[in-house]
């Protein structure tokens, strides 16, 4: 099985390739998907890395099975001073990250969706190091829209 089918079949597993939902994997249509790992008290986990003369995440999109709090180490292999501008309810968090460094960030991202995280800098971000981060579960009925069912092909 080729890298481009398993990513095609993890989309179709995770629910990411329907209606609405396609946009992400072609926006990010290089890298790979992980998942978070999540332990025994709900609280979640993830490596996200920077490989040698890549300038892609690994994984470029991270999913999440519910909203909360992730704990994430982000990792630069790579020879070049990168940075990460990630999403979390309240406050962004920013990481420097010189060559061969790492750094770590708690995140809280308690509504399902799509949260974009980058390197701003230099034309890091033109060359590939955007990624997002996918919370999967439903809205809670308190935050879900009053309006009419909307027709579904």
Not at 24 to 49: F, K, P, Y
Not at 65 to 78: Q, T
């Amino acid at each position: 099985m080729t890298m481009a089918q398993e990513r095609s079949d993890l989309l179709s597993q995770l629910g990411l390739n329907v209606q609405n939902r396609a946009a992400i994997g072609r926006v990010l249509g290089t890298g790979s998907i992980g998942q978070a790992t999540e332990g025994a008290d709900g609280r979640m986990s993830a490596t996200i890395r920077i490989r040698p003369d890549e300038i892609a995440w690994d994984p470029s999109i991270l999913v999440m099975p519910h909203g909360g709090d992730i704990d994430l180490e982000i990792i630069n292999d790579d020879l070049n001073t990168h940075c990460a501008l990630l999403p979390s309810n309240g406050d962004r968090k920013f990481i420097w990250l010189v060559n061969h460094s790492r750094g770590r960030a708690t995140l809280n991202l308690d509504g399902p969706g799509y949260y974009w995280f980058s390197s701003p800098t230099g034309n890091d971000e033109g060359r590939g190091l955007t990624g997002a981060i996918v919370v999967l579960g439903d809205v809670p009925p308190e935050a879900r829209l009053d309006r009419p069912d909307q027709p579904r092909p």
